[in-house]
């Protein structure tokens, strides 16, 4: 189990047996190669060395559409990952889809209680 980061550092998602799963276990797409698919075929990015998921810049109005939930499969990710590999700067025609779609997967941040 390998986990995706956003730019700033956060588990936003796990690779596990070629499936992309939210930290909540929700699956998001079948990983072939580097690219991510979704249930209806369109390609929500693509997999980089550094372990982010990037796509092709696109201009407004055709934004890609967030794939439909399915329910939760994945039951075994773990609290806590390894810290972040350096990340590399990317060119602004490349995006991070967790960046410019946070509606995306919920942050890990947001399943955990409130402490009171």
């Known amino acids: 189990m390998?986990?995706?980061f956003r730019s700033d550092g956060e588990v936003m998602a796990v690779e596990h047996q070629g499936h992309l799963y939210s930290?909540?276990?929700d699956w998001l797409g079948e990983i072939r190669g580097h690219a991510v698919i979704t249930d209806n075929g369109r390609k929500?990015?693509?997999l980089s060395p550094d372990q982010r998921l990037l796509n092709e810049r696109t201009p407004r109005g055709n934004e890609r559409q967030v794939p439909g939930r399915r329910q939760r499969i994945l039951h075994s990710i773990p609290m806590?990952?390894?810290l972040p590999p350096m990340f590399k700067n990317i060119p602004f025609h490349i995006?991070?889809?967790f960046e410019e779609h946070p509606n995306l997967v919920q942050k890990a941040r947001e399943l955990r209680?409130?402490?009171e």
């Open 113 to 115: 209680p409130d402490i």
């Open 23 to 25: 930290v909540e276990g």
């Open 44 to 46: 929500l990015g693509y």
């Open 80 to 82: 806590s990952f390894k």
């Open 95 to 97: 995006i991070d889809v």
């Open 2 to 4: 390998k986990p995706i």
